[in-house]
């Protein structure tokens, strides 16, 4: 029986191989846009999928203010901060750019919008598509840059090997965040708005929590909730030594901010740990500040101690009832 001649498989066009420049990103089963012939997903895709799988654990690290950017990204509704970009950032930006703010959030979870003098409003509350936060805002950062004034930044998936924050903005530079009541920060002019937008607006300030940052000490937010109110604060120190200086006060007695407040816990997000307290109802932040200022030194205090001995079986109790009661939020 003769045999079957061998199926050969589709030979397909030649074309010039791209070896310098950006690689578009499109669709797994088109044709890289390289020109080597193969399919994106067997070609520069594989760069483009181990990039999203990378998971860069603090992503703010390195950028002023890393505790209220993890803050702002998660714990807190309404807030703004002014950026200051790079040296030559704005260089080939369409038109003038007079400022570029953070907001935590903008209308229908836009990255960025170019307003239409040319500033730009960048959201923080998006979502991450390439494991690294700050790579996904720097690619917003860079759209928004080379958007028409006027116009949203539409999302869309990151493009591999892009600048991260910490190359786009100016590291020197503060890192003052101002906590509002509300969202008229997305309008130019939201004392004049009407209609759906002000109806869209009044429904979107309903919905934010009450927040404020305290004065006294860094990265510290107070929130009211229906019940009661909590004080959730973004600490630097390393977790598994912040949790040992916890414990240990906790087993003191030393932990509250005052009568009817307790330690219940703490989130973990983008690399920091998250210590929270449950309030009284009726405590304001106003009434949080010389507590918290004074458990910071004995924070302090007790973090300073260079050969610390070993946990207490007290202590470790504690311990481990703050970590049963931690969350991880990214």
């Known amino acids: 029986m003769a045999k079957k001649a061998a199926k050969k498989s589709p030979q397909r066009s030649q074309s010039t191989t791209v070896t310098s420049g950006e690689i578009p990103v499109v669709g797994a089963r088109e044709d890289c846009p390289c020109g080597s012939g193969r399919r994106y997903k067997a070609c520069h895709g594989r760069e483009a999928a181990h990039a999203v799988q990378e998971l860069v654990h603090r992503p703010f690290e390195g950028l002023p203010g890393e505790a209220d950017w993890v803050a ?14 790079a040296a030559g950032v704005v260089d080939g930006a369409v038109g003038e750019v007079p400022s570029v ?12 919008l170019r307003r239409q003098d040319g500033s730009i409003l960048l959201g923080l509350q998006t979502q991450s598509s390439s494991g690294d936060l700050s790579r996904d805002l720097g690619d917003a950062l860079e759209l928004a840059l080379s958007t028409e004034p006027g116009s949203p930044v539409p999302a869309r998936r990151t493009v591999p090997g892009g600048r991260r924050l910490q190359e786009l903005l100016d590291v020197q530079a503060g890192f003052t965040p101002d906590v ?7 309008l ?10 002000a109806a869209s607006l009044e429904r979107a300030n309903a919905s934010a ?20 109110n909590h004080l959730r604060w973004v600490m630097t120190v390393p977790e598994e030594q912040l949790l040992d200086a916890l414990a240990r006060l906790t087993a003191a007695e030393q932990s509250s901010l005052g009568a009817d407040t ?19 109802s009726e405590m304001t932040a106003a009434e949080c500040e010389k507590p918290a200022a004074e458990f910071a030194e004995r924070l302090a205090a007790t973090l300073a101690v260079t050969d610390p001995a070993p946990l207490t079986a007290e202590e470790r ?13 990214n």
């Open 262 to 280: 307790r330690l219940v816990g703490s989130f973990r997000a983008h690399g920091l740990t998250v210590p929270v307290w449950d309030l009284p």
């Open 209 to 228: 929590i009450p927040t404020e940052k305290l004065t006294g000490v860094d990265s510290a937010y107070w929130c009211q909730a229906s019940d009661k």
């Open 72 to 85: 702002l990204r998660e714990l807190v509704p309404a807030a703004t901060v002014p950026l200051t970009l």
């Open 317 to 329: 109790r504690a311990r481990a009832n703050l970590v049963n009661r931690q969350v991880t939020l």
């Open 101 to 112: 703010t953070l907001a935590t959030v903008l209308p229908l979870a836009w990255p960025a």
């Open 180 to 186: 509002h009541t509300g969202f008229e920060f997305w």
């Open 188 to 197: 130019e002019d939201a004392e004049a708005a009407t209609g759906e937008v």
